[in-house]
């Protein structure tokens, strides 16, 4: 097992790695809307959602993977109300392939956060 770490992406908040790659596949740790230097990317789901997204990528790309790779993600919300903006987001980020996905709400995420996106993806053959 390989850590993955870049600085296109925020450094972890604790003890955990941004993400862990085997022989095939890459797991990301949950992202939330910090910047690469660690700032909180705006106050509103849509601003929130693009940057989780950008850190994801950021990530698949130091792996050697991409979007096209993913095969399963899960989200977690902190307000379901914001489920349809958070989709609208999301859903951009994928071609005509998308992956297995759960979407929850919890109560409360890291540093008070809208939204935290973990994803599995495949290293491309």
């Known amino acids: ?5 870049t600085p296109n992406a925020p450094q972890a908040i604790g003890p955990y790695v941004q993400a862990n790659q085997t022989a095939s596949l890459v797991y990301t740790s ?24 950008k850190n994801i990528e950021a990530i698949l790309t130091e792996a ?3 979007w096209n790779h993913v095969v399963k993600t899960t989200c977690f919300l902190s ?5 349809a903006a958070f989709n609208e987001v999301y859903a951009s980020y994928f071609d005509i392939r998308l992956p297995a996905r759960s979407c929850v709400e919890v109560s409360r995420l890291p540093r008070d956060v809208l939204v935290e996106v973990e994803v599995i993806a495949v290293l491309p053959i």
């Open 64 to 66: 050697g993977t991409n």
């Open 30 to 53: 949950g992202q939330i809307p910090l910047t690469k230097d660690g700032v909180l990317a705006g106050e509103d789901i849509t601003t929130q959602t693009h940057q989780v997204m």
């Open 1 to 5: 097992m390989k850590a993955i770490s």
């Open 79 to 83: 307000d379901m109300n914001n489920f």
